[in-house]
């Protein structure tokens, strides 16, 4: 069965800090990969989204940027961390291939609080 | 631009009862429309799908209907229990090969025993 895992679970950072997330996903091959984040009292903001090895596609500019190095890794990154930055960040796959496309798969999250 | 409106107010209804929760949609015409349940800390979960050529959807408890005419996707829980209790998020997305899925804010659902 497949299962997705995200780590940290939670993290307390200061203003102008890197941010490195990390997002795998097991027992599939070829996902596509999602980072949304979720601030309180709003909803889910898709921020990237990625089809491939080293394919990326942001939604909304700002201050991050992710990767993907590897099929089933996808990585969230800051250089500087912003107090708006602070939230629940949530990865997520949609299986390919399967008759099934079009439901998506989430994480357990990480909770991100900038100070 | 794309907008979906779900109710932002909790829903408080008694157990055993129906709930039903409703999800408007403007300047969108989805081909899927989706519903997932949020707990407290947690990632969404998937619950239903259904398609825009489709009237209605069960599963166990849960009933969605699609009315792509009105904009409006209506989500019932029969014969609810308090660990029905959590947030519902409406989804819209369009076929193709990227499948971006848009959510709404949600309603938080609250089974009083």
């Known amino acids: 069965s497949q299962t997705i895992h995200q780590w940290p679970a939670t993290l307390v950072q200061p203003v102008g800090s890197p941010l490195s997330l990390e997002c795998t996903v097991e027992?599939?091959?070829?996902?596509?990969l999602y980072w949304y984040r979720q601030a309180a009292g709003r909803g889910l903001q898709l921020l990237f989204y990625?089809?491939?090895?080293?394919?990326i596609s942001s939604e909304v500019p700002q201050n991050l940027s992710a990767s993907r190095p590897q099929d089933r890794q996808f990585i969230l990154s800051s250089k500087k961390l912003l107090l708006s930055d602070s939230g629940f960040y949530l990865c997520a796959w949609l299986p390919r291939g399967t008759g099934r496309n079009y439901e998506q798969y989430f994480g357990p999250g990480t909770r991100l609080t900038v100070t | 631009s794309q907008k979906i409106e779900q109710n932002s107010e909790a829903l408080n209804i008694q157990e055993g009862k129906t709930a039903t929760l409703t999800c408007n949609y403007t300047n969108y015409s989805p081909a899927y429309l989706q519903w997932y349940r949020q707990d407290p800390g947690r990632g969404p979960v998937f619950l239903l799908l259904i398609r825009e050529n489709e009237k209605e959807k069960r599963k166990e408890r849960l009933k969605v209907t699609f009315d792509t005419t009105l904009k409006q996707s209506l989500f019932h829980i029969t014969a609810s229990q308090p660990a029905d209790s959590a947030t519902y998020l409406c989804a819209l997305s369009n076929s193709g090969g990227y499948q971006k899925v848009t959510f709404g804010i949600g309603t938080k659902l609250q089974v009083i025993p």
């Open positions: 990625s089809v491939g090895i080293g394919q």
């Open positions: 027992g599939t091959s070829n996902p596509n």
